[in-house]
Every structure is written in C-alpha cells, then in structure tokens.
C-alpha cells in the first residue's frame, strides 16, 4: 500500500471506477430482463440511465488518465495502469451497445429461451462482477489478487456452456424457426456471452500486473 500513499486521490477515482462499472452490470442485467418480460418503458428507461453511467465512466477514466501522466504519478506502474482501465472500459462500452443492439433490432426470443437468456446474462456479468473486487485488492494486497480471479475463470467458463447448450436448442430443439431467426438469435447469444470474454481478458492482465507487484 506504501507504494501508491502518494496517490491516493487517483486510487480513490479509480474505486469509483469501479463502481460505475459495477453499477453498469447490474443495470445490464435489468434492462435484459425488462426487454424480455416486455417491459418496454422499464427498458428505455435502463438505456437512459445505462448511457449516463458510461458517460460518467468515460469522464472519471480521462481523469484518471490526466493525472497519471500530468502529476507523474505512479510512473512504474502506468502503462500496466492504463491498459487495465482502457480494457475495462470495453466492458462497461459492451453493458451499453448490447442493450442498444436490442433495442434497435429487436429480436424476438422465444419464451422458451427466456430464461436461458436471463441467466446467460446473469452468468456473464458475474465474470465482469468478480473482477471488480480484485482490481480494488490490487492495489493493497496484490498476494490475494490470484485467489480472487479464480471466480472470474469460472463464470467465464460456466457461461460459454451456457451459451452452447443455448446455440444448440436454437438450431436443433426450438421449432417454427426460420434460418435468419436461428443466425440472429445466435448473434445475440455471443453479443451476451463476450461480457464474459471481456471480463476474462481483464483478467489476464491484472494476474500479470499483481505478480510485477509481489516480484
């Protein structure tokens, strides 16, 4: 902790960083579920609220990034630092183009996969999720970083079987579908399930950026 003392108010910027994105999933995960359940007023309401939170993301990201580089704060450490919230904001950028995608296309799901969609979704954003604690301990206890990213691995994986067993129903199980409805429903399975791979990549680097830390 000794090593950013001397930064401590871009550590608090990025906390809440954090938290912008973690607000993201869970609006993500309702705005998903409003769409589906045809609560069409609830759902444009998430856009409007979904738009101003990576609205307030992105500002609070270029801050962060103006006072690495104009304060020469935490030097050794920056490039790591900005590649880490430039790939984290591909999540929160992801929470907001894949409701829009919904909204403008409008897929028609069929009420049998709605609830595989729901917890697709609910999978897939417990990987964005369960990296937000290991981000924060990697600037206290980067040791613990390793233990924490486990659980981001794990939804990773539980949501690409998900997203499997779902491809498979629609192009072998559900009937009456056209071949342009199985390819589009398909493309909203991986739209959904890329929370997770986005996730994933982010993990990948913070494990690299805690063992610089611990060496």
Avoid: C, W
């Avoid at 444009?44 to 979904?50: A, R």
């Avoid at 900005?82 to 409701?99: C, Q, S």
């Avoid at 917890?119 to 604690?133: F, M, T």
């Avoid at 994933?200 to 913070?206: K, Y």
């Amino acid at each position: 902790m000794a090593l950013f003392k001397s930064s401590k108010s871009v550590i608090r910027d990025i906390e809440e960083y954090i938290d912008k994105i973690d607000q993201g999933g869970l609006l993500f995960k309702k705005g998903l579920t409003d769409f589906l359940d045809g609560r069409d007023k609830f759902f444009q309401d998430v856009l409007l609220s979904i738009t101003k939170e990576e609205g307030k993301a992105d500002t609070l990201r270029r801050k962060i990034e103006n006072e690495l580089y104009l304060h020469s704060l935490l030097p050794e450490h920056r490039g790591d630092l900005m590649r880490l919230l430039e790939k984290m904001d591909n999540i929160m950028d992801l929470f907001k183009e894949i409701l829009y995608q919904f909204d403008v296309e409008v897929p028609t799901i069929p009420e049998e996969l709605h609830d595989d969609f729901k917890r697709l979704s609910e999978l897939s954003v417990a990987a964005a999720e369960e990296l937000l604690p290991a981000v924060r301990v990697y600037f206290t206890e980067p040791h613990s970083v390793k233990d924490r990213l486990h659980r981001v691995y794990f939804y990773e994986k539980e949501t690409d079987k998900l997203a499997l067993d779902i491809k498979r129903s629609i192009f072998k199980k559900v009937p009456n579908l056209l071949q342009s409805q199985k390819l589009h429903l398909r493309y909203f399975t991986l739209h959904i399930e890329s929370v997770s791979d986005a996730a994933e990549e982010v993990a990948d680097i913070l494990a690299i950026m805690a063992i610089k830390r611990i060496q």
